[in-house]
């Protein structure tokens, strides 16, 4: 089939959750359909990416996105009705470019990859595959309700309640959703109850994980890219309300905070028996280093990169069940959601190496069979055949 797939961003290099998932699904897809990339990228430089893209693609085009606190953004978000997160991605040259290939492409189907990049999408009989990585509103919800300047916190609430509104709209406009999750699937069925709703979950490179040897050990280790809200609330909830309880009774014990993009709350969480490391040239180094990954996800959907990536290295994982959400691990992870309990499987992890052995094991037996990039893009593929072959 002939595919158009939009993103609000490049797919490479992969540096986020999205940029992973969006360059897996190509380089397996490509080998089934004839793929059109259009992609957002923040500067120019980012062409030199392109040639890590084109063999999966019959062609890639690339726009220029304003940067987020671009006036125009601002204004956008106070006088019309759209979202500070859609203002972002409005643009005219985009629309303009879908159109004409639309026009000329003769494509069988629309893949796109978030709501907040559909506004730019005219009206079209293509099927078209709305694929949402998260429940955007309920991300910013939650944000605005940790907000400390009590003073626009009315003002975000009224942005959050746009976001709530154009996500939904978006949502019954497109042909047919995907969701990471069966309790993402589960919201977007109670809003669009006449749209059919597929779980296409995140995957990892089981084969490039595999080759980790992990050592035993006291070093926990928390991976995110800081960017991402969730990322720097859990880190923060780990570093202050569940560490004091782990080194308290394992002093000799390490913290490695790992990731991209650290803000300066973040790099302030260093201090003697937690480093702070904002990249790694290869993130299999850190997971060869560590002895258990404690994600205390807190907020945000979708299925955890870190969590998969870990259980594919053979490190035994401690997280919420936020943090679980979408991975069918429920016996191969310990699972706990307050400071206390969190810090209490960590401990008993670091002090039981058989039960750490055992979980590791049959965590990464779960994602080679389950969640592999080629088994995920084998279910994507069947939701094309479907909705194309409509």
């Known amino acids: 089939m002939k595919i158009l797939m939009l993103t609000p961003y490049l797919p490479y290099p992969l540096f986020s959750g999205g940029q992973i998932r969006s360059y897996n699904l190509l380089k397996n897809l490509s080998k089934k ?73 003769d494509y069988d189907l629309i893949h796109a990859e978030t709501f907040y990049i559909m506004p730019n999408l005219p009206q079209t009989k293509i099927p078209t595959l709305l694929v949402e990585q998260t429940i955007e509103y309920l991300v910013y919800q939650q944000y605005v309700r940790d907000f400390r300047f009590f003073l626009l916190k009315p003002l975000l609430y009224f942005d959050v309640l746009k976001i709530n509104l154009w996500e939904k709209y978006y949502w019954r406009r497109a042909t047919r959703l995907a969701a990471m999750s069966g309790s993402d699937k589960k919201i977007m069925t109670q809003s669009v109850k006449d749209k059919k709703v597929n779980v296409v979950a995140n995957g990892v490179d089981a084969k490039f994980f595999s080759r980790v040897k992990p050592k035993p050990g006291r070093v926990v280790l928390f991976i995110g890219n800081f960017k991402w809200l969730p990322n720097r609330d859990a880190a923060q909830f780990l570093a202050k309300a569940i560490w004091p309880k782990i080194s308290s009774k394992l002093p000799q014990a390490k913290l490695l905070i790992v990731g991209r993009n650290p803000t300066a709350e973040i790099l302030k969480l260093a201090k003697p028996g937690i480093r702070i490391k904002g990249d790694v040239a290869d993130i299999r180094t850190a997971f060869a280093g560590a002895s258990v990954l404690l994600a205390p996800i807190r907020n945000g959907r979708g299925t955890k990169y870190k969590v998969l990536e870990a259980m594919a290295s053979g490190i035994p994982v401690v997280t919420t069940r936020l943090g679980i959400e979408g991975i069918d691990a429920k016996d191969s992870v310990l699972v706990a959601e307050s400071a206390e309990a969190l810090a209490g499987q960590t401990i008993n992890l670091l002090e039981n190496h058989q039960l750490a052995g055992q979980l590791a094991q049959k965590a990464k037996k779960i994602v080679n069979q389950q969640y592999n990039w080629e088994t995920i893009s084998n279910r994507l593929n069947f939701v094309y055949q479907q909705l194309g072959g409509a």
């Open 33 to 105: 359909h004839e793929i059109t990339l259009f992609s957002f990228v923040r500067s120019n430089k980012e062409q030199e990416y392109l040639k890590y893209l084109k063999p999966f693609c019959r062609r890639v085009v690339i726009f220029k996105r304003r940067q987020a606190w671009d006036p125009r953004n601002l204004l956008l978000a106070l006088f019309t009705p759209y979202p500070f997160l859609v203002s972002i991605y409005l643009s005219q040259s985009f629309r303009q470019a879908i159109s004409q290939e639309l026009n000329q492409g």
